[in-house]
């Protein structure tokens, strides 16, 4: 396998967790993130050009209905949790955390 030249091309390398993209019970996984990392580490491309972001609305797991976070947690989902409330999944402070 071959080093990634990223530099020649990119300053960085952004992986959203979210809409638009993935959008299911991995993005909340804090192994996904690891995983997305490390493969990334594998390519050769250096942590320091890695960046990574979440999406701040939860979407319904079946219907792919969005929901603001502020409006979920009026709601009654909780700000530290696994990420899943009422059929909704979101990244909750706990998951942004542990992707950290």
């Known amino acids: 396998m071959k080093s990634a030249s990223v530099g020649r091309y990119f ?3 952004s992986v959203h967790f979210g809409y638009p993209g993935l ?10 993130a690891r ?8 390519y ?7 960046e990574l972001s979440t ?3 939860g979407f319904n ?4 209905i969005p929901m603001a976070y502020f409006e979920l947690i009026r709601e009654g989902a ?10 909704y999944i979101y990244q909750s402070q706990k998951q942004v955390y542990e992707k950290t």
């Open 78 to 87: 909780s700000r530290f949790s696994n990420g899943s409330f009422h059929g």
């Open 61 to 64: 797991e079946l219907t792919f």
């Open 44 to 50: 050769g491309v250096p942590a320091h050009q890695i």
């Open 35 to 42: 995983d997305v990392v490390h493969r990334l580490l594998t």
């Open 55 to 57: 999406d701040t609305d």
């Open 11 to 13: 300053d960085t390398i």
């Open 23 to 32: 959008h299911d019970r991995r993005t909340i996984d804090d192994a996904f």
